[in-house]
């Protein structure tokens, strides 16, 4: 028997098309995988600039990323949040989505991207990188400040 659909992918006031669900989610439960080709983050790299539009990046902590444009699922809408209700659990080449908080149905579903960027942060940076999740513990930017 097919288990009923528990996320959708749709049309996000916060940026782009976000992953919404569709159930109600408990937290600590695995929602999904983040998948894609498991590359390089040079190959991931020249793929964006040779592209137009979104790139679905996942960093993985051995240095390669998964490319979620690239056999990737639903997972690559998961947008960005400073409060997120989902975090990304890494399992060798894998990783997995799972839910931090009871998410509602017609809830988004946010991670934190944490994202590290090459060399000085400058303003251009921040405005490329800027968050608009609207949480009221927002930073106004998707890297990670530990890092910056």
């Known amino acids: 028997m097919r288990r009923p659909r528990r996320l959708s992918a749709r049309h996000s006031p916060v940026h782009g098309t976000g992953l919404f669900a569709l159930q109600p989610l408990k937290a600590g ?7 894609g080709e ?3 983050w040079r190959r991931a790299a ?5 592209g137009a539009g979104h ?3 996942f960093g993985l ?3 390669r990323v998964i490319d979620g444009s690239r ?8 947008n960005h949040a400073c409060e997120p209700n989902c975090e990304a659990i890494e399992t060798g080449d894998r990783v997995f989505i799972h839910a931090l908080t009871a998410i509602n149905v ?3 579903l946010f991670i934190d991207y944490g994202l590290v960027v090459d060399g000085e942060v400058t303003d251009d940076v921040r405005t490329q990188y800027a968050c608009h999740c609207g949480a009221s513990v927002c930073r106004q930017s998707m890297i990670d400040v530990t890092a910056a």
Do not use: H, I, P
């Open 61 to 63: 902590s051995d240095g």
């Open 71 to 78: 056999g990737g699922n639903s997972a690559r809408f998961l």
């Open 46 to 50: 020249a793929r964006q600039r040779s």
């Open 38 to 40: 498991v590359t390089s």
């Open 55 to 57: 790139t679905f990046v």
């Open 106 to 108: 017609g809830d988004e």
């Open 29 to 35: 439960e695995r929602l999904l995988e983040y998948k």
